[in-house]
T-cell receptor, first 115, second 113 residues
Framework: GAGVSQSPRYKVAKRGQDVALRCDPI?????LFWYQQALGQGPEFLTY????????KSGLPSDRFFAERPEGSVSTLKIQRTQQEDSAVYLC?????????????FGNGTRLTVT | AQSVTQPDIHITVSEGASLELRCNYS??????LFWYVQSPGQGLQLLLK??????LVQGIKGFEAEFKRSQSSFNLRKPSVHWSDAAEYFC???????????FGTGTKLQVIP
C-alpha cells in the first residue's frame, strides 16, 4: 500500500494476556518508530529501528514490552502480561532514510484496551 | 531535559477567523521543528517543518509557522480557518544527530460556524 499500515486497528485484551501489534512501513523506508499515545496526550517515543537494528529502545516502559523488525521491513510490538496502564493507541511511523530531515509517516495506530 | 510545550490544551475559533497555536521548545541547540495534525481515529500528518534558513515556513492546507529563536517558539498560524481544520495539532522537535522526535501534548482545535 501507499502508507504505513497497522493491524489490528482495535485490540481488547484481558489483563495478563499477551498482545502483538503489527506495523507494515512504507516500502523501502529505512527507519521505523513506535510511539505510545495515551488518551489526551501527545505521542511518547518507545523505540527506533534502522533496518533490522534496534538502535534505541529507551522509551520502552518496562521489560514486558518488546519490539522486533527481523528482516528490516515489518515490525511487531509485543506486550506481555498486559496491564491496564498499557491501554493506549500505539502508533508506528517510518521514514525513507535515517536522517533527521526525513519526515515521519504515521499509520493510523492500534487502539489497545486492557480490561 | 529536552521538551516541547504547547500551553493551550483547547482552542475554539469561528470559521473564517485567524488562528495561532503556540509552541515552545527547550533544547540545548535549535532543534528541527515540526507541526503535525491528527484527525480523530487517524495517524499524524505532517503540516510543515523547519530546519534552518527562512524563519517563516509554509506548509500544506494553508498553514504557516514562524520560528523565533529569541523566544524558543515555533507558532502555527492560519489566516482563515475552515471547519475541516478541526483536529488536534502537535508540535514536535528533533535534535541534530538524534532520531527521536519529541511531541508536545497537543492543542485541540474546535471550529464553530
Amino acid at each position: 500500500g501507499a502508507g504505513v499500515s497497522q493491524s489490528p486497528r482495535y485490540k481488547v485484551a484481558k489483563r495478563g494476556q499477551d498482545v502483538a501489534l503489527r506495523c507494515d512501513p512504507i516500502s523501502g523506508h529505512v527507519s521505523l518508530f513506535w510511539y505510545q499515545q495515551a488518551l489526551g496526550q501527545g505521542p511518547e517515543f518507545l523505540t527506533y529501528f534502522q533496518n533490522e537494528a534496534q538502535l534505541d529502545k529507551s522509551g520502552l516502559p518496562s521489560d514486558r514490552f518488546f519490539a522486533e523488525r527481523p528482516e528490516g521491513s515489518v515490525s511487531t510490538l509485543k506486550i506481555q502480561r498486559t496491564q491496564q496502564e498499557d491501554s493506549a493507541v500505539y502508533l508506528c511511523a517510518s521514514s525513507l532514510v535515517g536522517t533527521k530531515e526525513s519526515p515521519l509517516h504515521f499509520g493510523n495506530g492500534t487502539r489497545l484496551t486492557v480490561t | 531535559a529536552q521538551s516541547v510545550t504547547q500551553p493551550d490544551i483547547h482552542i475554539t475559533v469561528s470559521e473564517g477567523a485567524s488562528l495561532e497555536l503556540r509552541c515552545n521548545y527547550s533544547y540545548g541547540a535549535t532543534p528541527y521543528l515540526f507541526w503535525y495534525v491528527q484527525s480523530p481515529g487517524q495517524g499524524l500528518q505532517l503540516l510543515l517543518k523547519y530546519f534552518s534558513g527562512d524563519t517563516l515556513v509554509q506548509g500544506i492546507k494553508g498553514f504557516e509557522a514562524e520560528f523565533k529563536r529569541s523566544q524558543s517558539s515555533f507558532n502555527l498560524r492560519k489566516p482563515s480557518v475552515h471547519w475541516s481544520d478541526a483536529a488536534e495539532y502537535f508540535c514536535a522537535a528533533r535534535s541534530g544527530g538524534y532520531q527521536k522526535v519529541t511531541f508536545g501534548t497537543g492543542t485541540k482545535l474546535q471550529v464553530i460556524p
